[in-house]
């Protein structure tokens, strides 16, 4: 790929996050097709065939389609919330360092936060910060907050018997467990399981639709009867109540039958990218090599910053997130990066903006 290609074209390889994804053909012959009607009023067909797809997935009792992961998110913690009590949750959380505070804005919650290597939050820690709420001067806790995988940490994946381990607890305390999975079939496909087995150990999950399964927009959040019904006023609140929805969500039922099945070549070419650019003397892998589709690097022993990196790659079509200062570059593989030729030609360009 020339550079003058890039410039008429507007061809860049995009590793900036798997929400880039553009709808396929297929994909948009579906949604062009789709049976709506107004999901307020339950009458969207398409919608309900998505949230109870959902929910069978998840094995839940219920699902609710909305707009976005971080609503999502948010709605599972006013609904398992009151103002003025407290949530547990990772200090790396997407909850807690990309939802822009909503927690305390929307449903007036403190946070108290738990250290972890890898997105496994440190179970001593939960239990010494569990308050039960007979202290006047403290707050209750009253949810405990997983990721699965972990963000932050480089797409990380926390096991079957971590989350269990947190679930016993918070159940032993009377506390609800909220999963934000936002890319929970990665981790099935890591994990080798069944998305449901992940989504056992939580009475909520979220996950996004629009991520690494390739939809436009749209999350899910699950759980059971009474929860849902408390999440649908919360939506309502919220804004993210829709009306003839159907069109998203045919583009999620949609990548619910091609993409689970295919996010194992994503894995794959994250780590083709990080064995290719793991010999490099100005790189360290950050938390070593990836378990599913984001790969973490810190620079070292240069004094190029991640803002400048990303500049050089633009020039040569590649896009990545780089913050002038910052030492951190992160990488995400997608469907629509999935083209092996890409992934090398991608980490050819990084190192080469290394010099």
């Keep these: 790929m020339l550079n003058s290609d890039i410039k008429q074209n507007n061809v860049y390889i995009d590793l900036r996050s798997d929400t880039v994804t553009k709808p396929t053909p297929a994909m948009r012959a579906k949604m062009a097709e789709a049976e709506v009607g107004d999901d307020i009023y339950k009458d969207d067909p398409t919608v309900n065939a998505l949230e109870a797809r959902v929910a069978q997935i998840t094995g839940k009792e219920r699902a609710l389609f909305v707009p976005s992961g971080t609503m999502g998110n948010q709605i599972c913690i006013k609904a398992h919330t009151r103002a003025g009590e407290e949530i547990i949750l990772h200090r790396k959380s997407h909850i807690f360092v990309f939802e822009a505070g909503a927690a305390a804005l929307i449903s007036g919650v403190m946070t108290n936060l738990v250290d972890g290597e890898n997105g496994y939050m440190d179970l001593e820690a939960i239990q010494n910060g569990i308050k039960d709420g007979s202290d006047m001067h403290q707050a209750r806790t009253s949810l405990i907050c997983m990721e699965n995988t972990h963000n932050i940490c480089g797409g990380t994946v926390v096991s079957l018997e971590h989350m269990k381990k947190i679930y016993d607890l918070a159940k032993e305390n009377d506390i609800a467990v909220h999963l934000d999975g936002a890319r929970i079939f990665n981790a099935a496909v890591y994990l080798k399981t069944d998305v449901k087995n992940i989504a056992r150990y939580a009475d909520s999950v979220m996950f996004c639709l629009s991520k690494g399964l390739g939809a436009p927009v749209g999350s899910m959040i699950c759980g059971d009867e009474q929860f849902i019904e408390r999440a649908v006023k919360v939506r309502k609140m919220l804004g993210g109540a829709l009306r003839q929805a159907g069109v998203l969500a045919a583009a ?23 064995q290719t650019i793991n010999g490099s003397q100005y790189v360290s892998l950050s938390g070593g090599m990836p378990q599913t589709n984001i790969v973490n690097v810190t620079l070292r022993n240069t004094k190029t910053d991640a803002g400048a990196v990303a500049e050089k790659m633009k020039k040569e079509g590649v896009l990545i997130n780089g913050e002038k200062g910052s030492k951190h570059i992160r990488f995400v593989f997608h469907r629509d990066n999935a083209d092996r030729k890409d992934v090398a030609r991608a980490a050819d360009v990084f190192l080469s903006a290394l010099e």
């Excluded at 999620?252 to 039958?257: A, F, M, N, Q, R």
Aim: net charge negative; glycine share 4%.
């Design 252 to 274: 999620g039922l949609h990548s619910l039958d091609t993409m689970p099945d295919k996010l194992h070549i994503d894995h794959e070419n994250a780590a083709y990218f990080a």
